[in-house]
């Protein structure tokens, strides 16, 4: 634990080139140089001024709803026994996601660089969605990119953007879902960056965009800690806080207060995909160095350095990459890494609806799928936190079909 520096946000723990050990950077064209290096010193300044955190602070209390709710999950810690179990309600958020947190201070951003257009990229929906509220907010034309599969099993998501006066861009190229949409966004960018901002959903891409990204999701964790200590009087001695991980936007923020706390175990858990198949989006497990959307990861590669084809029952963690920051965290020992299969998070649906009256979305579902192997081995004096990123709506077609329910 000695790289990590106590009292410094983890987003800031890079050095001159904007590693985060052997991750990160900014591996970019010369045409982004320059937008990438004004991006920077905006946010830089923004972060720290008063006016801009103030009004930050308005739309997150009076419009997004926060903070959002934290509470114990009894009826699953009576069904695994062991570990006690509670969630930080991040489905309540205004747009039923996180990602509002992301949109929103992107949206500012935007404002405060005089752009009048936003675009960004989505996979399951709730960053697109969320991008087009926060641009019909602040008067932005929006611009998402999508892949064309996920805009199939994501259908409601995709009128939701577009009934918002969003503008939603199929992309057509290879395994048509998230990575696609994400490189289909930065070429638009790239051509357009004079005019146009762009807003990254996840703790991908360039060194800037994880920060933005990391930095407005870390107030899950910043409340999160608040509430746990209104809880249970302090941080629990056993604590082990449980996330589903993707491109690492919901698990960052949710750890962000935890990473220099030694005695909190950090978990995260990715998508396997069907079960007895080896093309899950799980590059955390099985991924080695390489370079995606301008940064350097835990990467799903071929021998020559081809980008693998990932399948998951989840739109949102269908990514063949993750964040520098969560590859840098497993180099240092200090997160541990997981999967569940498809199947097992269809059976975590079924659970958690039936016996809490919470209906998380598919990425979601794979925290509770590995909470329900992990909790059961846990003392009773041991609690188990997680993030319940988003709700079900988004996925009730795919859930229908899978299910089958009488």
Not at 74 to 85: D, E, S, V
Not at 187 to 194: K, L, S, V
């Amino acid at each position: 634990m000695s790289s990590i520096k106590k009292g410094i946000p983890f987003i800031d723990q890079h050095d001159e080139n904007g590693m985060w050990g052997k991750y990160g950077g900014n591996f970019i064209g010369e045409t982004l140089k320059k937008p990438v290096e004004d991006l920077t010193k905006a946010f830089e300044k923004l972060r720290n001024d008063k006016g801009f955190l103030d009004e930050l602070e308005y739309y997150r209390k009076n419009y997004i709803g926060r903070p959002t709710p934290f509470l114990e999950l009894p009826a699953l810690t009576k069904h695994w026994g062991g570990a006690k179990i509670v969630v930080k309600h991040e489905a309540q958020a205004y747009s039923g996601s996180h990602k509002i947190n992301n949109a929103i201070v992107h949206a500012m951003i935007a404002v405060a660089t005089n752009k009048k257009e936003i675009c960004g990229d989505t996979g399951a929906g709730y960053a697109g969605s969320a991008l087009a509220i926060a641009a019909s907010l602040f008067g932005l034309k929006a611009k998402i990119f999508m892949g064309a599969h996920d805009m199939e099993r994501q259908k409601i998501q995709v009128f939701r953007m577009r009934s918002l006066g969003a503008e939603v861009i199929p992309c057509h190229q290879g395994s048509k879902t998230l990575v696609e949409a994400v490189s289909s966004c930065i070429r638009y960018y790239t051509a357009n960056c004079d005019r146009v901002h762009m807003c990254v959903g996840s703790c991908v891409s360039s060194t800037i965009w994880v920060k933005i990204c990391a930095w407005a999701q870390s107030i899950i964790g910043k409340e999160m800690e608040e509430q746990m200590i209104d809880m249970f009087g302090k941080i629990p001695d056993k604590l082990s806080i449980v996330c589903a991980i993707g491109g690492g936007s919901s698990s960052y923020g949710t750890y962000s207060s935890f990473i220099d706390k030694d005695h909190v175990k950090l978990i995260g858990v990715e998508a396997g995909g069907p079960e007895g198949k080896k093309n899950g989006a799980d590059s955390l497990s099985r991924g080695t160095i390489g370079i995606l959307h301008g940064s350097k990861s835990l990467l799903l590669q071929d021998r020559n350095g081809m980008v693998s084809n990932t399948t998951s029952i989840s739109a949102g963690l269908d990514y063949p990459s993750n964040s520098p920051l969560h590859s840098h965290l497993k180099d240092l020992g200090r997160l541990s890494v997981m999967s569940v299969s498809d199947e097992e998070v269809l059976e975590s649906f079924k659970l958690v609806s039936r016996l809490t009256g919470l209906q998380p979305s598919l990425e979601p579902c794979h925290s509770f799928a590995a909470i329900a192997k992990l909790a059961p081995r846990l003392s009773k004096d041991s609690v188990i936190a997680t993030n319940c990123c988003g709700n079900a709506l988004k996925d009730m077609d795919i859930l229908a079909e899978r299910l089958k329910l009488d």
